[in-house]
T-cell receptor
């Protein structure tokens, strides 16, 4: 699976959009980008995933660049409960994120 | 909302003892996973299980580890002879398909003393 690079930490003001970047320059054609988060040592929680097109669900939006070498997770209106470690994972189509080791992730701190 | 359930939430065991960590995946899911997270470190994949057999495993998953689906609902991780370095949070996960998101349980904190 391709390696990902994320900033170690970010802050965001409550109510503002949080934009979390991820670089995956070695991604191959059959690999998906998955985002998970982990709130204070709880089990990781799935957020969103995509292949080429931008995706949106009730939690977040995922913007993938045209060359697929990077992506951005957007939390449109961050709340204090969104404070967590966010993991960007690249995984082949037939394995979802199952066999990937989660990287270091980005620690997002939402401040009042 | 359906969820993955893990028991116990915290287990303390003596070094060399066998432990069994239990998980009840979401009922219609077919793919099951175990991960571990040593305190302050990354979430690491251990093993995936489908159709009553291991489909993939990591280097961490050596002969001391085994998994089993003893009945239609439980999925267990056994560590035969625990070592101090097995102390970690162990997460179970399940997914309906190998190409869909995995849902994680809240974890079992294993402490080996």
């Amino acid at each position: 699976d391709a390696k990902t690079t994320q900033p170690p930490s970010m802050d965001c003001a409550e109510g503002r959009a949080a934009n979390l970047p991820c670089n995956h320059s070695t991604i191959s054609g059959n690999e998906y980008v998955y985002w998970y988060r982990q709130i204070h040592s709880q089990g990781p929680q799935y957020i969103i995933h995509g292949l080429k097109n931008n995706e949106t669900n009730e939690m977040a939006s995922l913007i993938i660049t045209e060359d697929r070498k990077s992506s951005t997770l957007i939390l449109p209106h961050a709340t204090l409960r969104d404070t967590a470690v966010y993991y960007c994972i690249v995984s082949r189509q037939n394995t979802n994120a199952g066999k990937s080791t989660f990287g270091d992730g980005t620690t997002l701190t939402v401040k009042p | 909302e359906p969820e993955v359930t893990q028991t116990p939430s915290h287990q303390v065991t003596q070094m060399g003892q066998e432990v069994i960590l239990r998980c009840v995946p979401i009922s219609n899911h077919l793919y099951f996973y175990w991960y571990r997270q040593i305190l302050g470190q990354k979430v690491e994949f251990l093993v995936s299980f489908y159709n009553n057999e291991i489909s993939e495993k990591s280097e961490i998953f050596d002969d001391q580890f085994s998994v089993e689906r003893p009945d239609g609902s439980n999925f267990t991780l056994k560590i035969r002879s625990t070592k101090l370095e097995d102390s970690a949070m162990y997460f179970c996960a399940s997914s309906s398909d190998r190409n869909t998101e995995a849902f994680f349980g809240q974890g079992t904190r294993l402490t080996v003393v």
